[in-house]
């Protein structure tokens, strides 16, 4: 299958965005995952120096995404345009608001907190409720389960491909059942989106990165 407009560069600098996204995304998972061993109770937020690496990792990881997703736009067949740029467009506002975020925090945060001012949690904190901690599930909840739901339709061919739509699919419904912790006030229960953009996803890009690597075109002039 010819997949027009998708070049050597685009495959390259696909897979690299990819094959990023896997490496950070199993050092985030792995960081994470001993962040809830050292809690003393499952309600309390993951203190440091786990949550500074996982805003760090947030960071660096989401322009990969975002590279990704151009990647994956110039792979799509041309019936499967749209999707993949509702995908595009959907990442960028994950990316965006993730990154504000979690660089207000790491910045400004640690100031704000040693004022000792009683407002400063309400906006800055990993304790819910709090309006960073809100943002970020509307990015990862909601704007990168939208992203990955969309790019699953992108993948049809074969069975990797397959693959790749089925684990998209099971991202992005993990991640938007996290937004019921919002609902039910239980963050417990929003742990669920964790799993499906913190483990699930990390290797659908993977399998992402392999498919790049056997898409066989005519490049031509196309690498021009």
């Known amino acids: 299958m010819v997949h027009d407009g998708f070049t050597t560069q685009y495959r390259i600098v696909g897979r690299a965005a990819d094959w990023a996204v896997f490496v950070l995304g199993v050092i985030y998972a792995i960081i994470t995952t001993l962040g809830f061993l050292s809690l003393q109770s499952p309600q309390d937020p993951i203190g440091e120096p786990f949550v500074t690496l996982m805003e760090l990792l947030i960071v660096l990881m989401a322009p990969f995404y ?15 345009k749209l999707y993949s740029l509702l995908a595009l467009i959907f990442m960028i506002l994950l990316a965006a608001l993730t990154s504000c975020i979690h660089f207000i925090v790491l910045t400004v945060g640690p100031q704000l907190a040693a004022t000792g001012l009683s407002w400063a949690p309400l906006f800055f904190s990993w304790k819910w409720p709090s309006v960073a901690y809100a943002i970020d599930i509307l990015a990862w909840d909601w704007f990168f ?71 066989r075109q005519a490049q031509g002039g196309l690498d021009d």
């Open 145 to 215: 389960a939208l992203a990955l739901l969309f790019a699953a339709a992108v993948f049809k061919a074969g069975r990797l491909e397959k693959t790749v739509r089925v684990l998209l699919i099971l991202s992005g419904v993990l991640s938007l059942a996290g937004l019921f912790g919002v609902l039910l006030a239980d963050m417990q229960v929003r742990n669920i989106g964790i799993i499906g953009y913190a483990v699930v996803a990390p290797v659908a890009f993977l399998l992402i990165g392999i498919a790049f690597g056997d898409a």
């Open 66 to 80: 975002i590279i990704s997703m151009v990647a994956i736009h110039a792979y799509a067949l041309p019936e499967q």
